[in-house]
């Protein structure tokens, strides 16, 4: 599954590779906590929060690089944590609510 995580980004010259694979790296953290056992909707909701807040920090990274987390990111971001908790038979998780946080 993490082989294909944010393909369309890294396919996509406008969002810099070096920190397409930061955002991925932070994805696959997400996911590793998602795949604990026996986690509520809000420690999932909390996990993504964290990740989110940690993607928001590399805003001035992607602006320096001309390029920016735009909503085209935010769903690739977002589809991307979804698979990972639907992965793991989260099913009744909101997509939306993933990346609620998202300061782009």
């Not at 795949?35 to 993607?55: G, P, R």
Request: no cysteine.
């Amino acid at each position: 599954m993490f082989a294909d995580l944010l393909l369309p980004m890294f396919d996509d010259d406008y969002y810099p590779d070096i920190l397409v694979a930061e955002v991925k790296q932070l994805i696959v953290l997400f996911a590793k906590k998602v795949a604990k056992a026996n986690l509520s909707e809000t420690d999932i909701y909390q996990f993504a929060n964290e990740t989110i807040s940690l993607v928001n920090k590399m805003k001035p990274q992607f602006e320096d690089l001309d390029s920016s987390l735009d909503d085209t990111a935010a769903d690739y971001i977002a589809e991307a944590m979804m698979m990972a908790v639907q992965e793991e038979g989260y099913m009744d998780i909101e997509m939306e609510e993933l990346v609620a946080n998202r300061e782009w």
